[in-house]
């Protein structure tokens, strides 16, 4: 069997980030609970190591006890939350991606010109809630066209659409071009919504899928950006299969045992899950390991405020978060790497994205 890893897969700085914050605070506060709104990112996997080690996930702010400790997940939250929050006197700490942050802050931004927004995005996605939130009146979800003729619209040159940053790159263009037809000067956001890393999983997977047998996204269910890789994998031509483990591998889905398999991970799948794919599959059938590159990551965000602030009330170092490629090894891989092909020049994410923000407190 021929294995390909894509380049880049798997946890993109804004997940990193939020895993990283929770840890922090665990080792911050031993023997103290941490509550998380929300799942911190939507991985099965994350979640259930997390409440192994004693985290507490909640969908109510009341379910907190007054005045401890509460993370925000990476994908945001309202400014009803946050006020929830501060009436109930907890600390919060917010692990919102910055590229969430910059929606939110165009929401208000635009908002605040007196535009209507129509927001690209699945309507009850936590990130859709939470922009949602930052203008209520002004916002209006767009999930597919045919939500395009019970817009309320009150002046369609006083329009622009934000989209939520993990969508599918492919579907969010269907629905903004039936935007544009509808609005001709609809405005579009100063820089895409889509986050980099969603665009540059996306890409990786429509570059190789159509030279392989089947492409495996490790990732859960309720990972957006998940789903759409295996669409994007089938829009190219290749079967797709999301597989939350190892453990979900079919032998159907393997008739020869030679087939070219690619493998690569939605941005909150950890890389372990990959690897025990990898060794599962070589154990199984033999055969080669190679990574495909086809885009330089190379991305960097600063802890939380508040985050910052407990590190130097306890002496401890600031370090910023930064995601690069796995080092792949036989152990943990089932087979060294047989070859490693360069990204094209000019393709590093921050080209097309400029600076991120940084998260707040």
């Known amino acids: 069997m021929r294995l390909i890893l894509a380049n880049p897969r798997g946890f993109c700085a804004g997940v990193r980030m939020a895993i990283d914050v929770v840890d922090q605070v665990l080792s911050l506060h031993p023997g103290r609970t941490i509550y998380v709104f929300h799942e911190i990112v939507h991985n099965l996997h994350v979640v259930r190591r997390f409440i192994d080690r004693g985290v507490v996930f909640i969908e109510n702010l009341d379910e907190v006890p007054l005045g401890e400790i509460v993370v925000f997940s990476a994908h945001g939250v309202s400014p009803a939350v946050r006020a929830h929050a501060r009436a109930r006197n907890l600390t919060t700490i917010d692990a919102t991606c910055p590229l969430v942050t910059k929606v939110h802050s165009e929401a208000i931004r635009y908002a605040g010109r007196g535009y209507q927004i129509l927001l690209v995005g699945h309507r009850n996605h936590q990130e859709v809630v939470g922009t ?34 993990t969508l599918s790159t492919d579907d969010a263009a269907i629905i903004i071009n039936a935007l544009r037809k509808a ?39 309720i990972s957006s950006n998940s789903v759409r890789l295996t669409e994007i994998a089938a829009n190219a031509g290749a079967p797709a299969r999301l597989v939350d483990d190892a453990a979900d591998l079919r032998e159907e889905w393997f008739p020869t045992g030679d087939e070219t398999v690619l493998i690569t991970a939605g941005a909150s799948a950890p890389e372990d899950l990959v690897a025990g794919i990898c060794r599962t599959l070589l154990d199984r059938f033999g055969g080669t390991l190679e990574q495909r590159d086809i ?56 080209e097309d994205h400029g600076p991120y923000p940084t998260p707040g407190a």
């Open 132 to 165: 949602s939130g930052e203008a209520p009146d002004a916002i209006q979800v767009v999930e597919s066209p045919d939500d395009i003729p019970h817009l309320r619209i009150d002046d369609p040159d006083r329009l622009i659409y934000l989209t939520q940053t």
């Open 183 to 221: 609005f001709p000067n609809i405005k579009e956001p100063p820089s895409s919504d889509i986050c980099y890393a969603t665009t540059n999983r996306q890409q990786a997977v429509r570059t190789i899928a159509p030279e392989c047998d089947l492409v495996l996204v490790v990732g859960s269910r």
């Open 295 to 350: 885009v330089e990551e190379d991305v960097e965000f600063a802890l939380p405020l508040a985050l910052r602030r407990m590190l130097r009330d306890q002496r401890r170092p600031e370090t910023p978060i930064r995601v690069a490629p796995p080092e792949i090894t036989a152990d943990q891989y089932g087979r060294a790497v047989l070859s490693v092909s360069a990204p094209p020049k000019g393709t590093r994410p921050e």
